[in-house]
């Protein structure tokens, strides 16, 4: 069993920065692919991006690719999510997740994940 706390959203002009965080209570959190997703207001949830249990391979969705970073540091059990030239659009809550179903992918999908946060608010203002 995982349990997963994000901290780091806030509120932040336009071309500014956040770094999410995703601690993880719980063994064996570094044989967990951790994947950020977030909704934005009135819309879907969609994957964000993704890191393999030894960080091995990562995954970004299109729209962050180039300015969001996301790291993890297993001596911690932590994933970060590094988010850069923030844009109005960027403005969601994001959710970390976690999946020990083969830990070597980069899942994409939600039903892939077991274990999610509670969220973290991200809001850009113009």
């Known amino acids: 069993q995982v349990q997963l706390v994000e901290s780091g959203g806030g509120l932040v002009q336009a071309g500014g920065s956040l770094k999410l965080s995703c601690a993880a209570s719980?063994?064996?959190?570094?044989?967990?692919?951790v994947g950020w997703f977030r909704q934005p207001p009135g819309k879907e949830r969609d994957i964000v991006a993704a890191?393999?249990?030894?960080?091995?391979?990562?995954y970004y969705d299109d729209s962050v690719k180039g300015r969001f970073t996301i790291s993890r540091d297993n001596a911690k059990n932590t994933v970060y999510l590094q988010m850069n030239s923030l844009k109005p659009e960027d403005t969601a809550v994001y959710y970390c997740?976690?999946?020990?179903?083969?830990?070597?992918?980069?899942?994409?999908?939600?039903?892939?994940?077991?274990?999610w946060g509670q969220g973290t608010q991200v809001t850009v203002s113009s």
């Open positions: 719980g063994r064996a959190f570094s044989s967990y692919t």
């Open positions: 997740a976690a999946t020990r179903v083969e830990p070597w992918r980069v899942h994409t999908a939600q039903p892939s994940y077991d274990y």
């Open positions: 890191i393999t249990w030894g960080a091995g391979s990562t």
